[in-house]
């Protein structure tokens, strides 16, 4: 509802709205446990099924995507229970057959002011820029990324302490440790399975749980600090670009949906999607419009003071539901 103009109400719909109001007074409460397990576990199922995807959070500073994503240490967000229940399933499948393996790889970056960034190494290492490149066959990667082979959730976790202290965040109006960057973080699990023939089949499957950075214009930080108001810039020169690309994949999607009765399928018109216009959406090539199953969450505040900022996630949002992947 516009708090200008109380009769102008806006509606969208969606899959699935999550209320994160009081906890112990509220009956629509969604705690951190229900959103995973209406997102996060059918996402993790597709995964062992053989598919690429990804869940990435949306939204304007302080409206709680971090939290949705790593949440905190006694309420766990997406990212850790995703890890957790992986290993579950891994320890679950392998005590029901011998003929199947797994192998999981980690890997965490960030991409601040369009430079990726490992935050997984050491400090001097984790200055470094790190090119991107692109595999005729398997897509955009990060070269050079460090990537480790993990046995159990303790492995995650470790690995996940180490690369939030190494996020790059600042002071702003909204968040005295607001997010500066888009940070990445990737699994690879890789099945080996035995056939009654003795043939091995390998199925490799990639994960990728995004957050992103503040989605605000640069004058709502309000912040002093000139490489704030310089990351504000960025990061929304690189939330633009994926703004684009979801429109042209959007756009797309409503002309495949398009018949003429009688004659079949229209002709399609390809739209011209921008991907390289920014190194968010070339690493996400595949998970936006490819071959994935993709997940928006899109974060919204409460309060009337940010309703414009609030209407543009909604906005957003409801261009991505026209998206079609290949998945």
Request: charge should be negative; glycine fraction near 6%; hydrophobic fraction near 30%.
């Amino acid at each position: 509802v516009d708090p200008t103009y109380l009769p102008n109400e806006k509606t969208f719909t969606f899959d699935y709205s999550f209320w994160s109001g009081e906890p112990l007074s509220d009956c629509e409460y969604t705690s951190q446990a229900d959103v995973f397990n209406k997102i996060g576990r059918s996402m993790l199922m597709h995964a062992f099924e053989g598919f690429n995807v990804c869940i990435f959070s949306y939204g304007q500073t302080n409206a709680g995507k971090t939290y949705t994503m790593m949440g905190a240490e006694d309420d766990p967000g997406i990212i850790p229970r995703f890890c957790e229940e992986l290993f579950l399933k891994v320890a679950e499948f392998m005590s029901v057959s011998a003929e199947v393996s797994f192998k999981v790889e980690l890997s965490y970056y960030e991409i601040y002011n369009e430079r990726v960034r490992c935050l997984l190494t050491d400090e001097g290492s984790h200055k470094r820029e790190l090119r991107v490149r692109e595999h005729p066959i398997t897509g955009p990667f990060v070269e050079d990324l460090s990537t480790y082979i993990i046995d159990d959730y303790e492995d995650v976790f470790k690995w996940l302490t180490i690369g939030n202290q190494s996020r790059t965040v600042a002071c702003t109006k909204y968040n005295q440790t607001s997010s500066r960057s888009h940070a990445v973080f990737t699994l690879t699990l890789t099945q080996n399975k035995m056939d009654d023939e003795g043939q091995c089949t390998e199925v490799v499957s990639k994960i990728n749980l995004v957050d992103l950075a503040g989605s605000e214009r640069c004058g709502q930080t309000s912040s002093a600090s000139t490489n704030v108001f310089k990351e504000g810039v960025t990061i929304n020169k690189s939330l633009s670009t994926l703004g684009r690309v979801i429109h042209a994949l959007s756009e797309q999607g409503e002309v495949d949906a398009q018949e003429e009765p009688g004659e079949g399928p229209v002709k399609k018109r390809r739209h011209f999607v921008g991907y390289r216009d920014s190194v968010l959406t070339w690493l996400l090539k595949e998970n936006l419009g490819g071959n994935s199953k993709t997940i928006m969450l899109a974060n919204i505040s409460p309060a009337s003071t940010n309703y414009e900022e609030s209407l543009n996630t909604l906005r957003y949002a409801d261009r991505v539901k026209y998206i079609k992947n290949e998945a």
